[in-house]
Each structure stands twice: as structure tokens, then as C-alpha cells.
T-cell receptor, first 115, second 115 residues
Framework: AQTVTQSQPEMSVQEAETVTLSCTYD???????LFWYKQPPSRQMILVIR??????QNATENRFSVNFQKAAKSFSLKISDSQLGDAAMYFC????????????FGTGTRLQVFP | NAGVTQTPKFRVLKTGQSMTLLCAQD?????MYWYRQDPGMGLRLIHY???????AKGEVPDGYNVSRLKKQNFLLGLESAAPSQTSVYFC??????????????FGPGTRLTVL
């Protein structure tokens, strides 16, 4: 069975600085997708970034980028130039590349951003 | 285009009472999902549906039933609520049907408290 582990329950960063959130996963599959979701206090789940396992190049979306290490089964999220609006829960998620689009989530990392 | 909506937003039940949560999507998506979110647990899949008239169990299905009588609606039922079902419930939908990446779109969540 696939599992997703986020070992950092809480992280903090100063505004304009860079922070990295960690995620590891366990799977025996070779084709899958990985995601980072943001959940602000409004509770709405917002997709931040995704990575296809068959792509070696790390995904980037503006200030958000990932470090995808397939052999190590590691998928970290780097937030550059942190802003107050980045404060939220961040969830790492895994999806198998076939079947039902089901997501398996990690337990989340609460990010605080200080001015 | 409202996306994914959930009714109600908040509900308080007494142990043993029953209720139904309604999820509706207007994106003509084939797949729909119900998750629960508990502190420190991330989101866990309760039930899902890959098409009208079909449902399947997810990771934590006990105590819940679902129905997908119409493509746009996915109902989650609690027949006899228990305090352990106190949680935030999220509905999501995705296009499904093919191997191309399908993003899951989430509703705003329903906070349920069982006393």
C-alpha cells in the first residue's frame, strides 16, 4: 500500500525568506503523480504544484518549486520569497497513474510566516 | 460555474441521529470522492464513485453510506452518528475516464460535530 509521510508538523519562516517542506512516500509503482496542496484558514484545498513521476525535471510554479528525488522517494516543496499569505497547512499527496484518481495524503505541515 | 459545492457547511448532531451531506458539481465530472479530515491525520478517503450509479469503498468507509443517483451529485449518509465521526468532510470531483492527468477539485468542506 502506498503511504505519504510529512515529518514536520510545523515550520516557520520570515517574510521574504525561503523555506522547504519535506515529504517522503512509499510505493512500488513506477508511474504516479505527486502534489502539494495548500489549505488556508478558509479550509479550501488549493493545488499548489504537481509532479509527474516520469519527468526528471522538477516542477516550478512561480515562487513554488519541488525537489523530486524518485530513487529516494522524496518530494520536497520550496517556497521562495515567502509572503504572509503563504501561511497555511500544506499537504503532500500521491496519486497512482491509473484507475480512479484517488489521492493519498500526508498528515500536513503547518507553515507560519512572520513579518 | 460554482465548481464543487457542499451542503450544509456546519452541522451538530446528537449520537444516534442520522443525516445526509450533499455534494454537487457542475463541471460534468465523472469521478467524485468523499474525504474526512481530522487533526493530525490529513485527508482520508471514505467512499468514491467513478460514474453515475457506481460507488466504492475508500480507506475509512465504516459507518458511512453513499449514493450517486445523478452524475452531478454525490451523497454521504450517516445512519447512526457517533462522536468518532466528528470531523470536517470534503467532497471532490475529477474528470476521470482517461490517463491524462485529472485534477481533483475540492468543495469548501462541512464541519460536523457529533455530541
Amino acid at each position: 500500500a502506498q503511504t505519504v509521510t510529512q515529518s514536520q508538523p510545523e515550520m516557520s519562516v520570515q517574510e521574504a525568506e525561503t523555506v522547504t517542506l519535506s515529504c517522503t512516500y512509499d510505493t512500488s509503482e513506477s508511474d504516479y503523480y505527486l502534489f502539494w496542496y495548500k489549505q488556508p484558514p478558509s479550509r479550501q484545498m488549493i493545488l499548489v504544484i504537481r509532479q509527474e513521476a516520469y519527468k526528471q525535471q522538477n516542477a516550478t510554479e512561480n515562487r513554488f518549486s519541488v525537489n523530486f528525488q524518485k530513487a529516494a522517494k522524496s518530494f520536497s516543496l520550496k517556497i521562495s520569497d515567502s509572503q504572509l499569505g503563504d501561511a497555511a497547512m500544506y499537504f503532500c499527496a500521491y496519486r497512482l497513474d491509473r484507475g480512479t484518481d484517488k489521492l493519498i495524503f500526508g498528515t500536513g505541515t503547518r507553515l507560519q510566516v512572520f513579518p | 460555474n460554482a465548481g464543487v459545492t457542499q451542503t450544509p457547511k456546519f452541522r451538530v448532531l446528537k449520537t444516534g441521529q442520522s443525516m445526509t451531506l450533499l455534494c454537487a458539481q457542475d463541471m460534468n465530472h465523472e469521478y467524485m470522492y468523499w474525504y474526512r479530515q481530522d487533526p493530525g491525520m490529513g485527508l482520508r478517503l471514505i467512499h468514491y464513485s467513478v460514474g453515475e450509479g457506481t460507488t466504492a469503498k475508500g480507506e475509512v468507509p465504516d459507518g458511512y453510506n453513499v449514493s450517486r443517483l445523478k452524475k452531478q451529485n454525490f451523497l454521504l449518509g450517516l445512519e447512526s452518528a457517533a462522536p468518532s465521526q466528528t470531523s470536517v468532510y470534503f467532497c471532490a470531483s475529477s474528470r476521470g475516464l482517461d490517463r491524462i492527468y485529472n485534477e481533483q477539485f475540492f468543495g469548501p468542506g462541512t464541519r460536523l460535530t457529533v455530541l
